[in-house]
């Protein structure tokens, strides 16, 4: 949400500033202007990336409302107590427990467990899973950038088109002030774009990817312990090490993993 409230105030910035000068907010509108940059952008970005990776993009602006995020917190407690049943009644009792398991990630480590693989394919499976995600997720980010590479130029073109309309009309100077004005507007669109939505918004995603990553990580090193058939107390105790602070940390400073083990 944050996100968003800096997004628009970016707007209200640059246009307080150009109203502040006395300048019609009119000056700041032209529909050619916006269907040359976005549309223009789009289609480079779809020539570089394919369609769907460019859809997808425009899916991902739900994150900066809801960012995806693994509850770790959550995740340590529910396979603390599978490695709890696994101990008391064998993996094969984990079995009912995969349908209940809505995250695809840890729906196919809980299957791995429950085949009896070794904790070294565990990683190895799950390191590829994680890694196709982080790929997948990361050309989202991409998308954004490139199109704010784009969008600059492509206003420029923008604004010569423009002017190239304005030197055909030159036996009418009375419209040459106002002709030149419309046509740099392209530009502002192209360069306004570029560095207030597409490529701020290509660095937050891949900040998110980046974090999404380090968390798969912890739900990797998880479902290690489990296959190497390590009690709730020490899976516990392990990825605690692993929980940010923010996370970890109970509000009389004490971490939550300690005082599970303390509580155990």
């Known amino acids: 949400m944050t996100s968003l409230l800096a997004l628009v105030l970016g707007f209200v910035v640059v246009i307080g500033g150009a109203l502040s000068d006395g300048d019609p907010l009119s000056s700041l ?12 952008s789009l289609s480079a970005s779809m020539v570089h990336f394919g369609m769907r990776p460019v859809f997808g993009s425009f899916r991902a602006l739900l994150w900066l ?8 917190r959550k995740f340590v407690d529910t396979i603390s107590e599978w490695a709890s049943v696994a ?36 990683e190895s499976i799950l390191s590829v899973f994680s890694e196709n995600e982080e790929r997948t997720q990361a050309e989202v980010a991409e998308v954004w950038e490139a199109i704010g590479g784009y969008s600059p130029t492509i206003g420029v073109m923008g604004a010569v088109l423009g002017l190239i309309h304005v030197m055909m009309r030159l036996d009418h100077p009375e419209e040459l002030g106002e002709g030149i004005a ?43 312990l489990l296959a190497e058939g390590k009690p709730g107390s020490a899976i516990r105790q392990n990825l605690g090490a692993f929980l940010p602070a923010t996370a970890a ?5 004490m971490p939550e993993a300690e005082a599970s083990s303390i509580g155990e």
């Open 29 to 40: 509108c032209s529909l050619t202007a916006v269907i040359i940059v976005i549309c223009g």
């Open 182 to 224: 419309t046509a740099f507007v392209a530009t502002i669109y192209g360069v306004g774009f570029a560095n207030l939505i597409a490529l701020p918004l290509g660095s937050r995603l891949k900040h998110l990817v980046k974090e999404l990553a380090r968390e798969r990580l912890v739900v990797i090193q998880g479902f290690v």
């Open 87 to 122: 101990r008391s009644q064998g993996t094969l009792a984990l079995e009912e427990l995969i349908e209940t398991v809505s995250e695809p990630m840890q729906r196919q480590g809980l299957q791995l467990i429950v085949d009896n693989n070794s904790a070294d394919d565990v």
């Open 65 to 72: 409302a809801r960012p995806p995020k693994y509850d770790l």
């Open 249 to 253: 940390d109970k509000p009389g400073g």
